[in-house]
């Protein structure tokens, strides 16, 4: 029984093409975030959304759209997708102040 | 600008032994800190966590040590278990702050 799903794993695609992540969480969590994990494996935010609300923005390319239709589902959609933003994108989601439970990740290969 | 550091990329050990993981923060502020284990093609997976008023914490093979003074903290894994082959990332925030921030991760190869 999945607990933070993610779709799809694998995206290969051509530079300024437009594409989006999928998630969803059945934990019954309020918070869910993305993160990204670059070519130095560093894990890093990239936005926060609580019930709904935008409350982690950090210096994102505006490219990057979260979309967040209720609380159980973030999805990120990337315009004009760049060589840089090849990157595998983690889901996660956690109640406030509780350990984030991560989706399996989305492999992003921009060609 | 890294706040959580992994200075250690990998380690390894022989199964039995124990492994030793460390990791130092910058930021003061942190009062949260937790261990994510991570295994190829998959998401990291929580592990154990600590907070400021503690010192140690233990979850059958993992404990977790903090000292605030020198902003260090570490991950003990007695015994060390093939299945503990991993990469293990520390991370960190401040209380009520929604915002996990990274080490780098050290890769542990526990040898047969």
């Known amino acids: 029984d999945t607990a933070v799903s993610q779709t799809p794993k694998y995206l290969v695609t051509q530079m300024g093409n437009d594409k989006s992540i999928k998630c969803e969480q059945n934990?019954?969590?309020?918070?869910m975030y993305w993160y990204k994990q670059d070519s130095k494996k560093f894990l890093k935010i990239m936005f926060s959304?609580?019930?709904?609300?935008?409350?982690i923005n950090e210096t994102v390319p505006n490219r990057f759209s979260p979309k967040s239709p209720d609380k159980a589902h973030l999805n990120l959609h990337i315009n004009s997708l760049e060589l840089g933003d090849s990157a595998v994108y983690f889901c996660?989601?956690?109640?406030?102040?509780?350990?984030?439970?991560f989706g399996q990740g989305t492999r992003l290969t921009v060609v | 600008d890294q706040q959580v550091k992994q200075n250690s990329p990998s380690l390894s050990v022989q199964e039995g032994r124990i492994s030793i993981l460390n990791c130092d923060y910058t930021?003061?502020?942190?009062?949260?800190f937790l261990w994510y284990k991570k295994y190829p093609a998959e998401g990291p997976t929580f592990l154990i966590s600590?907070?400021?008023?503690?010192d140690k914490n233990e979850d059958g093979r993992f404990t977790v040590f903090l000292n605030k003074s020198a902003k260090h903290l570490s991950l003990h894994i007695v015994p060390s278990q093939p299945g503990d082959s991993a990469v293990y990332f520390c991370?960190?925030?401040?209380?009520?702050?929604?915002?996990?921030?990274f080490g780098a991760g050290t890769t542990v190869t526990v040898r047969a």
């Open positions: 996660a989601s956690s109640l406030i102040d509780s350990e984030a439970f």
């Open positions: 934990l019954g969590h309020d918070t």
């Open positions: 959304y609580n019930n709904k609300e935008l409350i």
């Open positions: 930021n003061s502020m942190f009062d949260y």
């Open positions: 600590i907070s400021s008023i503690k």
């Open positions: 991370a960190a925030r401040r209380s009520n702050d929604y915002k996990l921030s």
